[in-house]
């Protein structure tokens, strides 16, 4: 697989473009939109743990699906079809949606984003279903690793499960927050780890810039390794925010250095995802040999943006229907980001493999990118136009309106387990 064949210089001066248009409001997004209300009361009925239930080796669960080995079809290339199906559930089914994605229930009036369906070229994904997906998971702890593109799509994914089992809102195992269904003691969490690795986001009221040890994984998340059955790893948009960058405990280098005026060398933040998600994966690695049984992982590819235009002056993603396919190519960082995340990810395959790890990546970089009318917009507050069109509005073309495209994300995943090919 090829990257970019650009020289540093051009590289950097892409990234900083980029930055500037998208820098502040994700980072201001993602973090306002994280830290809000997040414990509910909760309650937790015991029941056993099994934790040799690997995916791959799940029995099928009616004779129909005993068929030979079927490859999965690429899912990657295709398009976007008009379904008037309708989503699984909504803002009132289901009631665990944050604010800021519950974009129906927030005003917005224009629903056709909702009745579209991926139609993969080579073939065509299957409904969503709940019940067969729960049982697939019965007894797992699945634990979504990351920033909050891994929240959006948990929440998705437990509103989808909601159709069937009403889950409940508790504590476990160090999670930021956890779902479980009763029905299949099924534990659905998320642990937040911007970074994957070791590190301190930028704060208001702290250092204007990250700090990042790629050396270390996050221990917030992966010292509950050992009760994980089924990783989701979710990461990038904080990466491109300056920070500064350690191994071995001294600096490395930085990224976006002289914004936050420090004086370390800009070493873009390409090698640091790389070095991150690297670190990250041998790491699970090695603590599934020390775990024993029953660890699979998945990499979910890099969530792209939809600003037009910069986001200070007004940048929105107002575009109401998806891309054609021939209408927009993958390049740039959406393209950078993800190669990187395939490259890293072929490269600890096999050894994966050899250690009994069931690792593999959910790709769905290619068919988010042409939905650009699925983020939250203006309607991640509630009714931004009750008083009339203001002169500027603040858009998430980051964070995807649910119910929506994350929901298809989710069908890929429920395709992958099915075909017990991840995992
Ligand atoms: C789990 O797997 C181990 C070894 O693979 C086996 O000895 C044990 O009986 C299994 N436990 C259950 C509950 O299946
Ligand atoms: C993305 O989709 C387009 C259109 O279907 C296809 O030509 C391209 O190869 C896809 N890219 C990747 C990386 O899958
Ligand atoms: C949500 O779905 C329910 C049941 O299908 C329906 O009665 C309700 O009107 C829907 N609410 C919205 C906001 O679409
Ligand atoms: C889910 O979490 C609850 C609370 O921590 C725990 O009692 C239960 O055993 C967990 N389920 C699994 C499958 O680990
Ligand atoms: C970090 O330290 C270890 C042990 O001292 C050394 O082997 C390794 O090369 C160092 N790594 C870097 C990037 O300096």
């Known amino acids: 697989m090829t990257i970019v064949t650009n020289t540093f210089k051009e590289k950097r001066n892409k990234i900083y473009i980029h930055s500037i248009i998208y820098g502040l409001p994700l980072i201001v997004l993602i973090y306002l939109y994280f830290y809000s209300n997040f414990f509910a009361p909760f309650s937790i009925p015991i029941t056993s743990m099994n934790h040799n239930s690997s995916l791959l080796a799940f029995t099928p669960l009616t004779k129909e699906k005993e068929k030979p080995y079927e490859k999965l079809c690429d899912y990657t290339k295709g398009r976007w079809i008009r379904d008037m199906r309708g ?71 437990v509103c989808l499960l909601s159709t069937v089992s009403k889950p409940q809102r508790i504590r476990h195992q160090g999670a930021d927050s956890t779902y479980y269904f009763a029905s299949h003691n099924t534990n659905l969490s998320l642990y937040w780890a911007p970074f994957l690795v070791k ?49 071995n405990d001294s600096v490395r280098g930085c ?53 037009e235009g910069s986001w200070d002056k007004g940048g929105t993603c107002s575009k109401m229907e998806p891309y054609e396919p021939e209408e927009k190519k993958l390049k740039g960082i959406d393209a950078d980001i993800r190669n990187l995340e395939m490259e890293e990810f072929e490269k600890v395959k096999e050894k994966a493999k050899q250690n009994g790890l ?4 959910l790709d769905i970089t ?35 309106c649910l119910p929506g495209v994350v929901d298809t994300w989710n069908e890929i995943f429920f395709e992958m387990i099915k075909k017990g090919k991840t995992i």
């Open 87 to 157: 989503p699984l559930y909504n803002g009132t089914t289901c009631n665990i949606i944050k604010n800021k994605q519950n974009c129906i229930v927030n005003g917005r009036r224009d629903t056709s984003y909702l009745n579209w369906r991926w139609k993969p070229d080579e073939c065509s994904l299957s409904s969503f279903e709940p019940n067969i997906f729960l049982k697939f998971i019965k007894n797992m702890n699945v634990a979504f690793v990351g920033d909050s593109l891994a929240n959006n799509q948990l929440e998705s994914l």
């Open 199 to 247: 590190g301190d986001q930028r704060r208001k009221d702290g250092p204007p810039y990250n700090k990042i040890y790629l050396d270390q994984v996050n221990e917030l998340w992966a010292k509950n390794i050992a009760q994980m059955d089924l990783i989701v790893l979710s990461f990038g948009h904080w990466m491109d925010v300056p920070s500064i960058y350690y191994e």
């Open 255 to 307: 990224f976006r250095c002289r914004e936050v005026k420090i004086k370390y060398k800009d070493i873009g933040f390409y090698v640091a995802m790389r070095k991150a998600l690297r670190i990250t994966l041998n790491d699970i690695i090695e603590r599934k040999v020390i775990k024993g049984n029953g660890l699979d992982v998945i990499v979910r590819t890099y969530s792209p943006t939809h600003f």
């Open 358 to 361: 069931n690792l593999d990546v």
């Open 366 to 400: 290619n068919l988010s990118l042409l939905r650009p009318d699925g983020h939250a917009g203006a309607y991640w507050n509630s009714f931004p136009f009750a008083k009339g069109i203001p002169k500027k509005v603040q858009n998430d073309c980051v964070h995807w």
